[in-house]
Nanobody
């Protein structure tokens, strides 16, 4: 069992930056690939980024590539999402998720555990 708690969301102007954190409970955090997803009002939850258990491999949605960076610190049981050059269309609730597997995956149904989400609002 893994419990995930996101933090770091807030209100930021377009062009600004935010850093999201996701703290995980449990001693097996390092055996999970981790992902970030987001869901805007009236839209389906969409993939943002994923990172392998070791942190050696990452995968991004085209919409955030070059602006967002996913990273993890297994000693702190934490995964991060650094978001730069934010746009109003990045406004959403951001969720972290854990996937028990070696591959980097983007499907919501492929993740085993989810956090409660943190709101990110980007004003124009």
């Amino acid at each position: 069992q893994v419990q995930l708690v996101e933090s770091g969301g807030g209100l930021v102007q377009a062009g600004g930056s935010l850093r999201l954190s996701c703290a995980a409970s449990g001693r097996t955090f390092s055996s999970y690939a981790m992902g970030w997803f987001r869901q805007a009002p009236g839209k389906e939850r969409e993939f943002v980024a994923a990172i392998s258990w070791s942190g050696g491999s990452t995968y991004y949605a085209d919409s955030v590539k070059g602006r967002f960076t996913i990273s993890r610190d297994n000693a702190k049981n934490t995964v991060y999402l650094q978001m730069n050059s934010l746009k109003p269309e990045d406004t959403a609730v951001y969720y972290c998720a854990a996937h028990r597997g070696l591959l980097l995956v983007a499907g919501t149904n492929e993740y085993d555990y989810w956090g409660q989400g943190t709101q990110v609002t980007v004003s124009s």
